[in-house]
Every structure is written in structure tokens, then in C-alpha cells.
């Protein structure tokens, strides 16, 4: 079965920096692209990142450039975002996904995690 799982969010003041964590398991995780998402209030899930299958390549949304910093860990099959300089509008839940495929994209999104709460207060 499987399975992935969210951890690291909570409530940061503008401009300060969180580490999202997510592991996965029930499958051979080095197998697939993995990225992150997230859906504000109101708001409907949009991409953040993307990273292919042995984390030489990443994709970023616009807006997430130069902020977050995608990365994974095969051997522990864990996925990292590392977010920094936080800002109010980048709060919502944020999920990650299995790709179907070994590269970067923003779709073809097979399995999800329950998500994570981010709060930026201002």
C-alpha cells in the first residue's frame, strides 16, 4: 500500500523559513518524480515543486523560485521543501505526490499525502 506522509508545518512569521518533510513507503520510491503542492483557502491546489527521480533535476513554480529548495533522499525515502522567506501568501496546506513518471512535471500525480498546515502570520 502506499503511503506518504507529510510532516514540518506549523506557524512562522513573515520572512522566516520551515523544512516540510515527506516520507513515503510501498513502493520503490526511487522510481518516481515526487513533487509538492499546495491549496490555499478559497483557493484551488496549485504546484510548487518537482523533483525527478534521482534529484538531479527540480522544477519550480514562478512564484517559489529562489524561495524553496526542493530535494530527496532515496536511501530514506523521504522528500524535503525547504522554504524560506516566507510570506502570508504562502499559506495554505501543502501536499506531496507521487508522480507516475521518473521526471519533473506538474501533472501525472498518481498518490498523495494527507497534507501539512503552513501559517504565515504577518
Known amino acids: 500500500q502506499v503511503q506518504l506522509v507529510e510532516s514540518g508545518g506549523g506557524l512562522v512569521q513573515a520572512g522566516g523559513s520551515l523544512r516540510l518533510s515527506c516520507a513515503g513507503s510501498?513502493?520503490?520510491?526511487?522510481?518516481?518524480?515526487m513533487g509538492w503542492f499546495r491549496q490555499a483557502p478559497g483557493k484551488e491546489r496549485e504546484f510548487v515543486a518537482s523533483i525527478g527521480w534521482s534529484g538531479g533535476t527540480t522544477s519550480y513554480a514562478n512564484s517559489m523560485k529562489g524561495r524553496f529548495t526542493i530535494s530527496r533522499d532515496n536511501a530514506r525515502s523521504t522528500m524535503y521543501l525547504q522554504m524560506n522567506s516566507l510570506k502570508p501568501e504562502d499559506t495554505a496546506v501543502y501536499y506531496c505526490?507521487?508522480?507516475?513518471?521518473?521526471?519533473?512535471?506538474?501533472?501525472?500525480?498518481?498518490?498523495w499525502g494527507q497534507g501539512t498546515q503552513v501559517t504565515v502570520a504577518s
Open positions: 505526490a507521487a508522480r507516475r513518471y521518473m521526471f519533473v512535471g506538474t501533472d501525472a500525480y498518481d498518490y
Open positions: 510501498g513502493w520503490t520510491y526511487r522510481r518516481n518524480a
